[in-house]
């Protein structure tokens, strides 16, 4: 009977462990900044992955769903930036030799069941909704009254 009991606290021990080796998606050491919108409102993408042979961006912003093809510079870093998009809210991914992974270098994303993510934004029109603002949120305010109740 001590056997189980062993099992278990031992068990119990490491399981704190396991939890431990989340790690949060925007903490990376990319050392390019992407996205970035651009005056005229084109976006460029950048990846940092000097071994790679072959990315793409697929985004929400192109009809071609297959992606846009990114060009290497001779730092490794791969480039892609956009025609000029109209204001809103923009997802997006990368396919880098095949395996589809989400920006490192942006900690924004969004969950889409059992997808991730990037996003963006372009300002300045319907996208605004989606900014954190200073607005007035009015007051909350406690108070307690006493109610008498009649008997039954």
Same mark, same amino acid.
């Given at each position: 009977?001590?056997?189980?009991?062993?099992?278990?606290?031992?068990?119990?021990?490491?399981?704190?462990?396991?939890?431990?080796?989340?790690?949060?998606?925007?903490?990376?050491?990319?050392?390019? =900044?992407?996205?970035?919108?651009?005056?005229?409102?084109?976006?460029? !993408?950048?990846?940092?992955?000097?071994?790679?042979? +072959?990315?793409?961006?697929?985004?929400?912003?192109? =009809?071609?769903?297959?992606?846009?093809?990114?060009?290497?510079?001779?730092?490794?870093?791969?480039?892609?930036?956009?025609?000029?998009?109209?204001?809103?809210?923009?997802?997006?991914?990368?396919?880098?030799?095949?395996?589809?992974?989400?920006?490192?270098?942006?900690? !924004?994303?969004?969950?889409?069941?059992?997808?991730? !993510? +990037?996003? !963006?934004?372009?300002?300045?029109?319907?996208?605004?909704?989606?900014?954190?603002?200073?607005?007035?949120?009015?007051?909350?305010?406690? =108070?307690?009254? +006493?109610?008498?109740?009649?008997?039954?």
């Amino acid at each position: 009977m001590r056997l189980p009991i062993t099992i278990y606290l031992i068990i119990s021990a490491l399981l704190p462990f396991g939890a431990a080796a989340q790690q949060n998606v925007g903490q990376t050491n990319q050392s390019v =900044e992407s996205p970035t919108v651009n005056p005229g409102n084109t976006v460029t !993408f950048r990846l940092e992955s000097p071994k790679a042979k +072959s990315v793409k961006v697929i985004g929400d912003w192109s =009809e071609d769903a297959s992606g846009k093809a990114m060009t290497k510079d001779r730092n490794g870093v791969w480039s892609f930036t956009t025609d000029t998009l109209p204001s809103e809210l923009y997802t997006y991914r990368y396919v880098v030799d095949g395996m589809t992974i989400i920006d490192p270098a942006n900690p !924004f994303t969004k969950r889409d069941v059992g997808s991730v !993510f +990037s996003m !963006f934004y372009i300002g300045d029109g319907p996208a605004d909704y989606y900014q954190v603002r200073d607005v007035p949120h009015g007051t909350l305010r406690q =108070e307690m009254v +006493s109610l008498k109740c009649p008997r039954s």
